[in-house]
């Protein structure tokens, strides 16, 4: 990816921030960054993240150098503990894991649903629904910060899947197909779902649902089109149903060790800034291919694809927004407060966001905007300190 357009449009405040605290490259400022993840090498997830560690060392002029570490220094159940305590700098957060730790970011990423009842293509609302969190997240949501920095963590960025559809191994297409259906649910959101549809929820490890398809043990599972390669569901499921359940699953994706944050003068924080915009645009660019890739793959290997009758649609959307006022009460028991602001701000965002990546035509592209409306913004004399 070329980094330079991107890197260009503010040089003149890394060198104003390099100026206040003098020559900014020196030996005794460079910095090595261990950036620890739970995807295994040559996955599509560690290859977008590889260039946030070529975007930072760029934007530092080389002072700020990022080593990836796929599936080693920790996996994604240790990722939350692993920054805590200093083993890795930089990880990928999957809160909805840490349910406890997280709640009021949690709440937010259950707003995902978002993308199922605001007009626009749903191939982008992953696009959308990523800078609207990282928008709320930094700039209205104190507790969700104030969440992570109990955790000795600051956030810098997040990314979504493209939306979770049915991959099956019979038609669904009816409420009488889902009727009795066994799904695989991949979280709160889909299980909700599938209740209320009166199929039944089934929690299996996504390693193990290719076999679950294969014997029979699940009709379904609700996943994203990239995963029918990532995990061959390519190779079992028979049907397809594109327009349900939808939603996607929301990450953390470049989480810092708050005493590394702290240590890195203006412009190492700003580079950082700068890798977090490029690898949010990336992963989810990454991820649009990879989905488009898959379906058109899965069409020539026989599968069949179908949308849900419109009476489906319908009630499924129906239900998505009386969830998430539902998702407000299951949230404030947690602990949660201001859910109904919470609500609209998001909900207000998401139109905004929609608008803006309507028309994107390339990662780069995505990139500048994650950098202009939202990173650009950050103060970084303040944030995360």
């Known amino acids: 990816m070329k980094f330079s357009k991107l890197f260009k449009s503010s040089a003149s405040a890394l060198v104003l921030a390099a100026a206040s605290v003098g020559t900014f490259s020196t030996s005794a400022e460079a910095r090595d960054l261990r950036y620890a993840i739970g995807w295994p090498p040559g996955a599509l997830p560690t290859e977008a993240i590889e260039t946030y560690a070529s975007a930072v060392e760029e934007a530092s002029g080389g002072d700020v150098t990022v080593k990836v570490f796929p599936l080693s220094l920790l996996n994604f159940l240790e990722s939350t503990s692993g920054v805590r305590d200093g083993i890795a700098d930089i990880t ?6 840490f349910l406890s730790e997280f709640p009021n970011t949690n709440f937010v990423t259950e707003l995902a649903s978002f993308s199922e009842v605001v007009e ?6 992953a696009f959308a629904f990523t800078g609207a969190i990282m928008e709320y997240v930094m700039f209205n949501c104190g ?15 997040g990314a979504g899947t493209p939306p979770y559809m049915l991959q099956c191994t019979k038609p669904v297409v009816s409420a009488e197909d889902l009727k009795g259906a066994r799904i695989r649910t991949p979280g709160a959101f889909w299980s909700r779902w599938i209740e209320a549809m009166g199929a039944t929820p089934v929690s299996i490890s996504i390693n193990e649902t290719f076999e679950a398809l294969n014997q029979g043990v699940i009709d379904c599972t609700a996943s994203s089109a990239s995963e029918l390669t990532n ?18 699953f929301v990450s953390s994706l ?3 060790n708050a005493d590394t944050w702290a240590g890195l003068d203006d412009a190492g924080r700003t580079a950082m800034l700068k890798g977090s915009a490029v690898v949010a645009a990336e992963m989810n660019w990454a991820y649009y291919g990879e ?6 793959k899965a069409k020539e290997q026989g599968i069949t694809f179908h949308e849900a009758e419109a009476s489906l649609r319908t009630q499924s959307v129906e239900w998505i927004n009386e969830d998430i006022s539902n998702v407000v009460d299951i949230y404030a028991e947690r602990g949660v407060t201001g859910g109904e602001e ?3 701000k998001v909900r207000e965002l998401m139109t905004k966001w929609v608008g803006l990546v309507k028309d994107v035509q390339d990662a780069d592209a995505l ?16 944030y995360g300190q």
């Open 143 to 157: 507790d969700c910060l104030s969440e992570f920095a109990a955790q000795n963590h600051v956030y810098t960025a």
């Open 342 to 344: 919470s609500v609209s």
């Open 120 to 125: 626009g293509d749903p191939d982008r609302m």
């Open 92 to 97: 990928t957060v999957l809160t909805p894991y």
């Open 367 to 382: 990139s500048d905007l994650y950098w202009t409306e939202v990173l650009s913004k950050v103060d970084v004399s303040t």
């Open 231 to 248: 995990f061959s569901f390519i190779d079992v499921a028979t049907d397809i149903t594109t327009n349900l359940p939808g939603s996607s």
């Open 291 to 296: 989905a488009r890739d898959n379906i058109a």
């Open 254 to 256: 470049t989480n810092v």
